[in-house]
């Protein structure tokens, strides 16, 4: 799309969830907003697209999730026990899986906020859905939803990013697609533009304020390299494949401060031979989400991690971490006929690697690059080792875990002995990246001297210091729905301020 008009107010950087609520919050405060995305059309959102569009934040109850999700019918409502999410919770849940590093304002922010932004979407045209079978599984006849992130936007994240697009076209956001923004231009007064490469031309676009919401630095395997250390460059990427970090780099050359954890990042159990990038018409479909039901081998046929040390929420983004430490970098999940039921949609899709066996020494002897007799005698000793006399209960931690293995699993154990058998192959898919710039609570670029930076915001996976070590799940967009919008809402007050004669 050509760019109709060339003075903006603000300019956001990216196309993805946080950019979007930071281009429409702009606009609410009456900004002229032009969003450069990377991406062609055909491709936009970045890993805004990919998700299932789960989003954590507090709520009290089902009047909140009624207003959320209108399409809700009698007959589920009444099935439903979705109980509620407060405040101290998820600090709690913040607090724990970051290991108390959380940056203690931006946490604040992002909880208090959380249900605001949720709502201020549904106001922008998006629609939720409780996640059944995902976030909670019918026991006697009943879903009971846990671990605080229940509700996905309708048609998940590309439901989410259609809807907000739409949303920014009607608004009067003007969309420049093939946008490559290559640099910021800056002044002693700040920041005062960028320089993009659109369509294969390059030119400055000025304006009051910019907006980066251009995503971490997953999608490139020497940064990968060179900050979350050695072998990282062989990971699989989820998403999109335009978040090479270029918005940091720019960020970093005007001046602004690295914050947060830069070893650190999300990645999870990913289908083995996935693709190096994500792929639209795939999206999350190469998750491999019900670990916390099998029991995970390496190649050399052992287990390397407590498969069920919690829900899943809380730990399935440190858990491809741990598979790309195997030799060969994958895993393989082994389940047998009492939890197949239990196993999430993507399983039943084309998109996996799968044996499926009626005797585990078949099954050994179908998985590919195992050690058949160790793995044997690790399934065996599992068997022995599992607590049969604790109930079963996969909507809870349900303490049913085994005794005297070296590796426990903690929760959900149960025998491997009913065929039929399957095993998955999977390797390790990185989400994002948790390393990025300090912003002040007005979501302002902070530079390393400690100033903010003029004219410069931040949202989004570019926002360091609110995840370090993991990260409790449907976060993310959340994160980028609260920020972008308090980003975009200040650079279009800053933008005004300096057109009308301020700094
Ligand atoms: C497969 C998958 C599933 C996920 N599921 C969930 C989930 O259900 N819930 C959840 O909360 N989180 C989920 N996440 C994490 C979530 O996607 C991110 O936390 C969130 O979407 C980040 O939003 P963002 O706007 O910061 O970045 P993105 O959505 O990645 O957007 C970045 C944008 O910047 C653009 N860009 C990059 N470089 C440039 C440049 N130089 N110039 C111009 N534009 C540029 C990109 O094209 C892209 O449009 C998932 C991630 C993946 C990959």
Known sequence: MAVACSKFDVVVVGGGNAALCAALSAREEGAAVLMLERAPESDRGGNSSYTEGLMRFVYSGIDDILALAPDLGDDEIACSDFGAYTKEQFFDDMT??????????????????????VHWLRTQGVRFLPQFGRQAFKVEGRFKFWGGAILA??????????????????????????????????????????????????????????????GGFEANAEWRSRYLGRGWDLAKVRG???????????????????????SGCHAIGWERYAP?????????NLERGSYPCSILVNADGKRFVDEGADLRSYTYARYGGMIL?????FAWEIYDSKVLHLLRSEYRTRHVTKVQADTIEQLVARMDDVRQDQLLQTIRDFNAAVQTDVAFDPNAKDGRGTRGLAIPKSNWANTIESPPFEAYAVSCGITFTFGGIRITKEAQVVNTNHEPINGLYAAGEMVGGLFYFNYPAATGLTSGAVFG???????????????????
């Not at 724990?96 to 932004?117: F, K, M, Y």
């Open 96 to 117: 724990r899986e970051t290991q108390g590093r959380t940056d203690p304002d931006l946490c604040e922010i992002l909880v208090n906020h959380s249900s605001a932004a």
């Open 153 to 214: 936007a309708w048609g998940g994240g590309p439901g989410l990013i259609t809807t907000l697009y739409r949303a920014a076209e009607q608004r009067g956001v003007q969309i420049a697609y093939d946008a490559w923004v290559r640099d910021l231009v800056s002044t002693d007064a700040g920041v005062t533009g960028v320089v993009a490469r659109v369509s294969g031309t390059t030119r400055a676009f000025h304006c009051g304020a910019v907006v980066l919401a251009c």
């Open 240 to 262: 999109t494949k335009y978040n090479t970090g270029d918005g940091l780099a720019m960020a970093l050359r005007a001046g602004a401060q690295p914050c947060g954890h830069w």
């Open 276 to 284: 190096d990038f994500g792929d639209l018409s795939i999206t999350d």
């Open 325 to 329: 430490e195997q030799p060969g970098q």
């Open 485 to 503: 919008k308090i980003a975009g809402r200040s650079a279009a007050r800053a933008a005004m301020g300096r057109k009308n004669g301020g700094g």
